[in-house]
């Protein structure tokens, strides 16, 4: 176990150089010219120079990576450029609004998806399962933007149930007043293609061997689905969990610039717009380094769930 | 020899030909109800799509045709708002020509002012689907808005299939070295959520349309790249390539004109979904500004105007740019699935 962990961390150092690498020559090659950005419209060319020289961009490239490479392993990212707040405290500070609002809405998609899923799954072909392939598809097709427009529109204006938007300092009551018109608005969008994809595993499962002779030998439907199929079914789920948390992270930009969120997302968003460099280029990096730890956790899961996987 | 070089020998396309796998996926295809009518239906969008590009209709999606936010004509005209007049002061016109020092002038002006014809337009007070906050009609602004989405939609799948194929064949049938480094390229772009990894292109590229179809291409290759790598590494070692091998096949032709006609389904059904997905990533982007310019229109731009305009009670625009939306990406989603369960049955359930 302890050999299978040291090898893939091992395994991630080129990934990770390579994602530096991306990000390096992107935001060097093909961005605009840092020094420029930060001067603004009025400034001299001396006061460009200055910049140039205070960034380090009469080095040679090789000496530039070097110095990018050691801002990321020092977790020291400097400041925004546009704020002038340090990079680290953005992230410290953003984190905790953002995972208030994009915890919930995980929990929510999986536990709701499940049981729609299995019970669709089960009575496959029926009038329900084909009603709600129809509806799931109508609903996908329709962009998250319009569920926040009009969700915003009738919930928080008209019927006046939420609050349109707004956020405070305390965290418990961001969570009962302020966080459930955006999750609800979110899982609504994210509970179809969650249950599309659930059922889809949920019917590869059902067609297994096993399941007819777990039926033979005279075991209730409820144990054949919670205990046997539920279990083995579990393995895709949970891939599809460990690739959505990622996201959890950075949020959904959406969400919080429509509700006035002040989380990860809104910040990335505002970085791109006003060409904020460090910012983007430190939460791409870090987000990248956290994608890797959670796939390994994911596949270490696997062990836990199905004994027959061998890790290796 | 001569036998089988003789020109008379009766030919080998007969009866008993077994049909390819294009016609034998036709066939399937066609059994398939939901299949023929979302086929249609994109059918018929891909021909007011090329109408509006050759500028047949909605060319003049950018004019002021109506009063403000004219509402749709099914629901009449909007009531005359009752605005407080303003009232008139009583007594003569103070004349003040004795000190306008521009008084002497103004017959000259009126005169000069005759020469210029102004047409005097007429606003509509209904637009069929209703106007925008400037008078635009927005049955025009969502047919060119079709345009704009499908066509970005459309040219990003290309470019990120084209990426995709590539890499994924030199990849999956070299293998060794090279295999190794696009597996590397793979887990990188990987390894940055989708999401953020369009950011921080867009970031650095700026905006426009050409720039959102380049971004999308860009970080959306990498779900293509894997299974056609899969399936080249699947098929260099068939019989069929080793035979091509044998008389002398070039490793490209053997790439390109051997095995890419094998894997050409398993692409297009991936090519369907892609679009998918790019439309309603361009919808988001242009919403946030990061899409097409503000002298084009799509879905995207529509539903950001449409935010304001519904506090107002003008929903026309908002449900125009959905339906057309729904419509579309609908009828496209069940096309791609019809066609995937016709062309590689064994694709069933992938999303």
Partial sequence: MLAYLIRRLWQMVPTLLGVVLLVFVLFKYFGGDPAEILGGLNATPEQIDAIRQQLGLNEPAWFQFWIFIKSIATFDFGKSWATNEAVSNLFATR??????????????????????????????????????MVVTTVALSISFLVYIIVGQYVFGFLLGWFPVQGWTDS???????????????????????QTRLYRSFFLDELGQDYVRTARAKGLTENK????????????????????????????????????????????VLLAVNRSDYPVIQAITVYLAMLTMVINLVTDVMYKAIDPRVVLK | MTAILNPHAAPSVGP?????VWAAAWRRYRADRVGVLSLIIVVMFTVLIAASALDLVAKDWQKEVGVPNAPPTFLGPAPPEATGVIEQPKGPNVDISAIDPLAPKYAEWA?????????????????????????????????????????????AALVATFLGTLLGALSGYLGGKVGDFFEWLYNVFEAVPGILLIFAFAAVFGR???????????????????????????????????????????QVARMFKHILPNISHVILVRMGLLVVGFIKSEVILSYLGLGVGI?????????????????????????????????????????????????????????
């Fill in chain 2, 111 to 155: 005169e000069r002012a005759k020469a210029y014809a102004t047409p005097d337009t007429i606003k509509a007070e209904t637009l069929p689907l209703g106007g925008d906050r400037l008078g635009r009609d927005v049955l025009s602004k969502a047919i060119k808005g079709t345009e704009i989405s499908v066509f970005v939609g459309v040219l």
């Fill in chain 2, 16 to 20: 008993e030909r077994s049909e390819g």
């Fill in chain 1, 224 to 267: 054949v689905l919670f205990k046997h199929v539920m279990r083995n079914a579990m393995i895709p789920i949970i891939t599809n969990i460990g690739l959505a948390l990622p996201s959890v992270f950075i949020g959904s930009f959406l969400i919080e610039t429509f509700f006035s969120i002040p989380g990860l997302g809104r910040e």
């Fill in chain 1, 171 to 193: 965290a418990w009551r961001n969570l009962i007043i302020y966080a459930p018109l955006p999750v609800l608005l979110a899982v609504m969008v994210g509970v179809s293609p």
């Fill in chain 2, 208 to 250: 426009g349309i050409g720039t959102v179809v380049l971004i999308l291409g860009l970080t959306g290759w990498t779900g293509l790249y894997r299974q056609v790598r899969a399936e080249f590494m699947k098929h260099r070692s068939r019989e069929y390539v080793r035979s091509a091998e044998a008389i002398g096949a070039s």
């Fill in chain 1, 95 to 132: 984190l905790p609004a953002t995972l208030t609002v994009m915890l919930p809405i995980l929990i929510l998609d999986v536990l709701l998806a499940l049981p729609i899923a299995m019970w669709v799954a089960y009575r496959r072909g029926s009038l329900t399962d084909r009603a709600i």
């Fill in chain 2, 295 to 351: 002298d084009d229109v799509s879905w995207g731009t529509m539903l950001s105007e449409a935010q304001a305009e519904l506090i107002l009670g003008y929903w026309w625009q908002l449900v125009s740019a959905t339906a057309f939306m729904c419509v579309f990406v609908t009828a496209f989603s069940l096309m791609a699935d019809a066609a995937r369960d016709a062309l590689d049955p064994k694709l069933r359930g992938l999303e």
